[in-house]
């Protein structure tokens, strides 16, 4: 069974940064795509970022030039780089790997403040 992992959520300021890890347990080249979703209060769960196996990635227009996917094949690992924060940014960030199933880790929560 694929466990995905979230680590470095927390509480920032507006403006500021943070970077969320997920860990998956087996080669993500084993995915045909990874990526990073989140869910606000009383809202559906969206998009944020996606990278193929082959390494392209996409972005929701709310987030294009602040936030950066990238990964690291050797330990497994997607990263979602998160800057200029902002308040609607608050939500839980859920890592996602699509492979013969589709894979969900338990979420990180991210909390930015005005």
């Known amino acids: 069974q694929v466990q995905l992992v979230e680590s470095g959520g927390g509480l920032v300021q507006a403006g500021g940064s943070l970077r969320l890890s997920c860990a998956a347990s087996r080669s993500i080249f084993s995915f045909n795509a990874m990526g990073w979703?989140?869910?606000?209060?009383?809202?559906?769960?969206?998009?944020?970022?996606?990278?193929?196996k082959q390494g392209s990635t996409d972005y929701a227009d709310s987030v294009?030039?602040?936030?950066?996917?990238s990964r690291d094949t050797v330990k497994n690992t997607v990263y979602l780089r998160?800057?200029?924060?902002?308040?609607?940014?608050?939500?839980?960030?859920?890592?996602?790997?699509?492979?013969?199933?589709?894979?969900?880790?338990?979420?990180?929560?991210?909390?930015?403040s005005s």
């Open 64 to 69: 294009k030039g602040r936030f950066t996917l």
């Open 82 to 112: 998160m800057n200029s924060l902002k308040p609607e940014d608050t939500a839980v960030y859920y890592c996602n790997a699509i492979g013969s199933f589709n894979h969900w880790g338990q979420g990180t929560q991210v909390t930015v």
């Open 37 to 52: 979703y989140r869910q606000a209060p009383g809202k559906q769960r969206e998009l944020v970022a996606t990278i193929t």
